[in-house]
């Protein structure tokens, strides 16, 4: 069965200070896609990126990058110089390409309040 | 503009007392789920349906009924509600129901807050 473990809860920071979000994940599937996404204060789930288990390049999108090891079952993600903006739920979600109904797994999620 | 429209976004309720929560979606997505976010549990699957007149259950269906009689429009049924219905709801829908298709971004909708008394 698939799962999904994001073991912080909740990560202060001052602004700029970079943080760093750990995401473990259990899969018997040899084929799978690991996602992120960010809930801001306002509730809704907002899209970050999406990676296949095939391809281990680690990505970087303005102040975000992430860090996929399958080695460790890990797809990390660090937020550089973080701002007020930043302070959200983050959300490690995981898919199993032969799961039933295509069901997407998440993490508990982390809770990050970036301070002024 | 595409989206995924739930409704209501809040919602007090008694227990016992029927109640739907609607959700639309203009994208022509095959595929639609409904999930319940709990504080440190994540986003639980309740029901998804892949099409039209196909639904099925997800990890937590207990408490809820779905349909889907048309494609755009997946609705959660709560027949009699109880406190442990108590939750934040998120509405989901994604092109494709293939087995590659778990490759697709679900987009979800912005979500309804249902407290149970």
């Known amino acids: 069965a698939q799962k999904v473990t994001q073991a912080q809860t909740e990560i202060s920071v001052v602004e700029k200070e970079d943080v760093t979000l750990d995401c473990v994940y259990e899969?018997?599937?040899?084929?799978?896609?690991l996602f992120w996404y960010k809930q801001p204060p306002s509730g809704e789930l907002v899209f970050l990126i999406r990676r296949n288990s095939f391809d281990e390049q680690n990505e970087i999108s303005g102040r975000y990058s992430w860090n996929f090891q399958k080695s460790t079952s890990s797809f990390n993600f660090t937020i550089t110089a973080s701002q007020v903006v930043d302070s959200a739920v983050y959300f490690c979600a995981l898919s199993e390409v032969r799961a039933a109904g295509n069901k997407l797994t998440f993490g508990g999620g982390t809770r990050v309040l970036v301070k002024p | 503009e595409a989206q995924v429209t739930q409704n209501p976004r809040y919602l007090i309720t008694v227990t016992g007392k029927k109640l739907t929560v609607t959700c639309s979606q203009n994208m022509n997505h095959e595929y639609m789920s409904w999930y319940r976010q709990d504080p440190g549990l994540g986003l639980r699957q309740i029901y998804y349906s892949m099409n039209v007149e196909v639904t099925d259950k997800g990890d937590v269906p207990e408490g809820y009924k779905v349909s889907r009689k048309e494609k755009r429009n997946f609705p959660l049924i709560l027949e009699s509600p109880s406190p442990n219905q108590t939750s934040l709801y998120f509405c989901?829908?994604?092109?494709?129901?293939?087995?590659?298709?778990?490759?697709?971004?679900?987009?979800f909708g912005a979500g309804s807050r249902l407290t149970v008394l």
């Open positions: 899969t018997r599937d040899t084929t799978y896609y």
């Open positions: 989901a829908s994604k092109y494709g129901t293939e087995t590659l298709s778990g490759a697709n971004v679900l987009t």
